[in-house]
């Protein structure tokens, strides 16, 4: 049975940097992509980034230059890099496995101006 646990959201203020962190059980990670999403207060819940199996990543454009996602795969552990955070980027954060969707339980990451 697949778990994701998301770590590492809190408070922060404008400009400043966080890390997240997605640990997987299974022993699937390795072979799938893994995916950042974010929900703000009533709004949709939108891609954040991705990482494929072999490394290749995607970003959203409002976080390009800004966000890095990387991962271990010998700690199952997928990450999110945030710099530069600006008050929009509010919201709960979402660890997700396209290949079985599955998503994480959610970590709230707030920024304040």
């Known amino acids: 049975q697949v778990q994701l646990v998301e770590s590492g959201g809190g408070l922060v203020q404008a400009g400043g940097s966080l890390r997240l962190s997605c640990a997987a059980s299974?022993?699937?990670?390795?072979?799938?992509?893994m995916a950042w999403y974010r929900q703000a207060p009533e709004k949709q819940r939108e891609l954040v980034a991705s990482?494929?199996?072999?490394?290749?990543?995607n970003y959203a454009d409002t976080v390009k230059g800004r966000f890095t996602i990387s991962r271990d795969n010998a700690k199952n552990t997928v990450y999110l890099q945030m710099n530069s955070l600006k008050f929009e980027d509010t919201a709960v954060y979402y660890c997700?496995?396209?290949?079985?969707?599955?998503w994480g339980q959610g970590t709230q990451v707030t920024v304040s101006s």
């Open positions: 997700y496995i396209p290949g079985i969707r599955y």
């Open positions: 299974g022993s699937i990670f390795s072979r799938n992509s």
């Open positions: 990482i494929t199996s072999s490394g290749s990543t």
